[in-house]
């Protein structure tokens, strides 16, 4: 029983960990905003330079391709569910930030309109699940109907 129990409690701990990375993995996003708080900087790659991206750029560039690695990390680690959420909502203020005026970017609907966007992605991704679990409900239901006909 005691082996039992020890297994449950790295089991949590796994997804703990798992969550923990897929709360990172939105936060990261924002990585650039973070370093430019704190006026941090570090010597970026000669190439960019040349190519006239500056130092907030290579950060975000860097972060867009690191927080979806950091995601998948988390997912194979069997996270909560909840704990999707973040990444969820930090990636839909990202596409709000590209797709919206710049001028406009920053009024105080926009984290009203990325709340609501959240949820509806949620609600959507919710649906699915719901509709994958009765069709394989109905789908053991008619494969019964068929064993006990037989």
Sequence with gaps: MDRILNNESKFTATRVLG?????????????????????????????????????????WLMSQTISPLILIAGALLRSYSVAYLIPIYCYILQLFFLLKDYKIIDDGYLYWYTFSTTILVIFVIQTIKFLQVYNIKRQIKIAKKKLLQE
Excluded: C, R
């Design 19 to 59: 969550s923990i990375a897929i709360i990172f993995s939105g936060l990261v996003l924002y990585l650039d905003k973070i370093m430019a708080i704190f006026n941090y900087q570090f010597i970026i790659p000669e190439k960019f330079l040349l190519a006239k991206i500056d130092f907030q750029t290579f950060i």
